[in-house]
């Protein structure tokens, strides 16, 4: 059985591209709440699955490596039959999943493009993944400097960047967030894929599944078996959502968002059932294109009152569409066109799980800020001393010399 790849056990296989921690750091990108299909494998190694391949990834200060894993396993597959019996991976998912480029395990598709084409486009997708132009050091700077709060944390949350997601993953995962919490989403989008999504290969006794399709989504069944999974009304919303694409928009028309403007993404992402302003904007920014949105939910409404002094309107006390409105635009006048980059590093640094590292920051604030007191005063101190000409040592000396003799004179 194929074992999850490290990079100890032997780099010839691996993969790798410039990009130094400053610019991405996997533990914090992969883990706060943007994607739900990543995890750590081994000691900094992340797997997931992303473009219809499993990956691992890990890092290095200047260098980010990958391992691509191909078909291993070779073996059959049938179709996954649900309810009724009507087949999810049919002939209409065949040809979605063609159009997106996604490779399949269970087709036998000749392999038309040699060995170094296929290094290239896979660089190209995790770099487009990762949306590696973005000069993340150059926007931390900006940042910091309109924002003296955002400089606290900056040296201790570096390198978390927004993912280029595919945008039905995307969707119809953040459909799963609505009163939910990070873990308990990972589990539903693992079963939603189980059940749904074509097998990829098994690593280590995990089997790795694709995204389902829109047609599987769309499927009548769907809502009866994943309310059996757990999802409640969360089911409903995910198979109408996808059926109202297919029937009203087709099966482009979420790529095609990302060619308007923010608003029209956000308002047509809105039009689906259980797709509100929050959610909307999350799909904005995460594989839109819309860098733009600020997703506010309470979590995000709490960090702009306490870190912030955000006042709303007087008895104020839910998230009013209004509210979502001005607390947005507050941040994107603070921060500017990369408004959601920068929310989400300070989303980040309120999760539980890397409160440490929030405290690590507080606590060596007051000693960075003693020592910059010490470097400034010394720095005075030499600058007086040298512009005067004055020998400190020497003045003392003499007039430590003067009282001696002033006493003897009494």
Sequence with gaps: MAKHAVLSSGAKLWRSL????????????????????????????????????????????????????????????????LGDG?????NNNRAERRSKGAQRMDEEEPQAVGQQDRELEAELMLRDFFQLHVKLDDLYRQWGAADP????????????????QDPTECLFSFICTSNNHISRIQGMVERLCQALGAPLCQLDQTTYYDFPTLSALADSSVEACLRDLGFGYRARFLQQSAKQILDTHGLQ??????????????????????????????????CLDKPDAVPVDTHVWQIAQRD?????????????????????????????????WAHSVLFCADLKKFQSLKEMACFNQPKKEEEEEEKSRKTKIKRETDGHGINMKSENQKKAKMGVKEERTL
């Design 18 to 81: 410039a990009c130094a921690k400053s610019e991405l750091r996997l533990d914090l990108t992969l883990a706060c709440g943007q994607s739900f299909r990543w995890r750590e494998t081994a000691e900094g190694h992340w797997t997931g699955v992303m473009g219809g391949r499993v990956w691992t990834l890990t890092q290095t200060d200047d260098t980010l490596w990958y391992y691509l894993y191909t078909n291993q396993d070779n073996q059959s597959r049938g179709d996954k039959k």
């Design 86 to 90: 009507v087949s999810l991976r049919d």
């Design 149 to 164: 709060h955002f400089r606290k944390i900056a040296d201790i949350f570096t390198g978390v960047r927004i993912l280029r």
């Design 253 to 286: 028309w979420l790529e095609g968002l990302r060619r308007v403007s923010y608003l029209e993404a956000r308002d047509a992402l809105r039009t689906l059932p259980g797709v509100g302003t929050k959610v909307a904007d999350c799909v904005c920014l995460m």
């Design 308 to 340: 912030y002094k955000y006042a709303a309107e007087k008895g104020q006390k839910s998230l009013t569409e209004k509210v979502h409105r001005n607390i947005g635009d507050f941040f994107r006048k603070l921060w500017g066109p990369y408004a959601g």
